[in-house]
């Protein structure tokens, strides 16, 4: 196997980061719920479903909804992070099909945070 070149690398991180900006640039905001164990056991599926539902029924198509696992908080599950292009990551806990349709209607469409059912704003960062 020959040796990459410096040029060969910047053409690897060239080709990712098109790729990347293709599946992230048509989006302006990303919804995950957290779908381990503890939320699941919680009600979690439910929120998903209703989140589903709203896309649909609205026909939209620049929010991405997707799933991760337990956040750490299984006493507030289920839960949802809700990232708007340019904006910090909202994190929302203690949610039920109600709580998951306004957050989409509110915030997800509006651009106006939940407070009532958010935690935190902004994502962790370790020193």
């Known amino acids: 196997m020959p040796k ?4 060969d690398l910047a053409k690897i991180k060239d080709k990712v980061k098109d790729s990347t900006s293709l599946r992230e640039g048509g989006y302006r905001a990303k919804v995950t719920v957290h779908m381990g164990t503890c939320g699941i056991a919680s009600g979690a ?3 998903m479903q209703t989140l589903m539902d709203e896309l649909a029924k609205r026909d939209t198509k620049d929010v991405i909804l ?3 696992g337990c956040a750490g908080l299984c006493s507030r599950e289920p839960m949802a992070t809700v990232e708007l292009r340019d904006e ?3 994190k929302y806990v203690d949610l039920d099909e109600e709580k998951a349709r306004k957050i989409f209607e509110e915030h997800v469409q509006g651009g106006k945070v939940v407070e009532a059912y958010a935690l935190a704003v902004g994502s962790e960062t370790s020193y």
């Open 4 to 7: 990459l070149k410096l040029e």
């Open 66 to 68: 997707t799933t991760s």
């Open 45 to 47: 599926r439910k929120v």
């Open 88 to 90: 910090a990551p909202v």
